[in-house]
């Protein structure tokens, strides 16, 4: 009977010594993968040497998984980093000498000389805009800007626009009315002024002469609304779902200069601030955008 009870005793004693173990085994691992992350988050990737146990290859494998993605993470950097050196040269070494042209063009003109040289600076115009729309949309896309919305006036934001669009609307003598209402809400300024602006921009140039845009502002619970409403040339339905895409232009416009980036630049920057579009339009009624920002 006491050979039974011993043997019994033995056993327990076995099982709960090989459980102690493997209890210390399991907190141990658990200790060298926090420390391995720990380690890993400050580029430090001097870790422990393993044994052959399964918890070590466990181990091993978390020491490569986390050095494979600080590879990749540095390739991604440095593909950042040269994106960003191309971007700035693609600057620099043509825009500046895009406005030489502009300037000479705008010399030859006071000089009276060929009217072919109207044609010249539409067209360095036309590409000067294509570039920095480019650059722009670039930025964006990798990451080089970002976008950092905070609680912003919509009133001032649309109060500078019209400053900044007013002799276009004098010279085309359209009736623009801007609701003066101050609503707040989450957007980057500088970034929405733009993507606002590429709206605001086409409302005049696919509007006639005489014609109206009006600018209202709501707010709801999570958003606000900004509609801009024009009695332009409006849009064809089938097209609709259309001109948010890259270079996408109407052969209703063909005519009309533009190169069809800025409504996709508008878009994407809308969404990244957490927003949204919607278009409604008739041909030969007028279209209407409504911009949604987060509030």
Known sequence: MKIYLLIILV?????????????????QLIDNLQNMIELAEKDNYSFVKFDESKLSVLENSMKHYLIGNRIKLNSILKQKESYETLISDISHQSITPISNIILYSELL???HKLEEIDAIKNQVEKLHFLIESLISLSRLETGIITINPKKENIKFLLQKLENQFKPKILEKGINFELENKSIYAKFDFKWTEE??????????????YGGKITISIEEYQFFARID?????????????NKIFKRFFRSNDVNGTEG???G????????????????????KSVG???SVFLPI
């Open 195 to 208: 993507a606002i602006g590429n709206i605001v921009e086409n409302a005049i140039k696919y509007t006639d």
């Open 11 to 27: 056993g327990l004693l076995t099982i709960l010594l090989m459980y102690l173990y493997f209890k210390k085994r399991e907190n």
């Open 263 to 282: 409504l996709y630049l508008t878009r994407k920057i809308i969404n990244m601030e957490g927003g949204y579009l919607k278009v409604e339009s008739k």
């Open 228 to 240: 801009i409403k024009d009695t332009g040339i409006g849009i064809k339905e089938k097209e609709l």
């Open 109 to 111: 003109q006071e000089n």
């Open 259 to 261: 190169v069809g980036l």
């Open 287 to 289: 279209t209407n955008f």
